[in-house]
């Protein structure tokens, strides 16, 4: 299973970023791809994910009315749209996956077995 994020950058407060999650050697319809993240001095935080087949999404409300998570089956990609950034969303952003048939109801890092490189995300004028 390999996981590659793209689309990290440097963005002003109140710009938009999209990130990529492009998956091989698994899959897709019985995994989870969950987004995390990782500030300087913090532990890494679950934000969103996105289970196929039907799509169900859990999200964190730290990020709520600001980031969405979507798919493309046809490409094995998964996208984290990041709107309004702020000052602390910058970190670096993470793709991970795990098989689940389950909706989930928490987003925790441990259960997640295969995690992509990481991209810098930093939001700063």
């Known amino acids: 299973v390999q996981l590659v994020e793209s689309g990290g950058g440097l963005v002003q407060p109140g710009g938009s970023l999209r990130l990529s999650c492009a998956a091989s050697?698994?899959?897709?319809?019985?995994?989870?791809i969950g987004w995390f993240r990782q500030a300087p001095g913090k532990e890494r935080e679950g934000i969103l994910s996105?289970?196929?087949?039907?799509?169900?999404?859990y999200e964190t409300d730290s990020v709520k009315g600001r980031f969405t998570i979507s798919r493309d089956g046809a490409k094995d990609t998964v996208y984290l749209q990041m709107n309004n950034l702020k000052p602390e969303d910058t970190a670096v952003y993470y793709c991970?996956?795990?098989?689940?048939?389950?909706?989930?109801?928490?987003?925790?890092?441990?259960?997640?077995?295969?995690w992509g490189q990481g991209t810098q995300v930093t939001v700063a004028s």
């Open positions: 991970a996956a795990k098989y689940s048939i389950v909706r989930q109801t928490d987003i925790s890092a441990e259960s997640y077995d295969y």
């Open positions: 996105i289970m196929s087949p039907d799509g169900s999404i």
């Open positions: 050697g698994l899959v897709m319809n019985s995994y989870v």
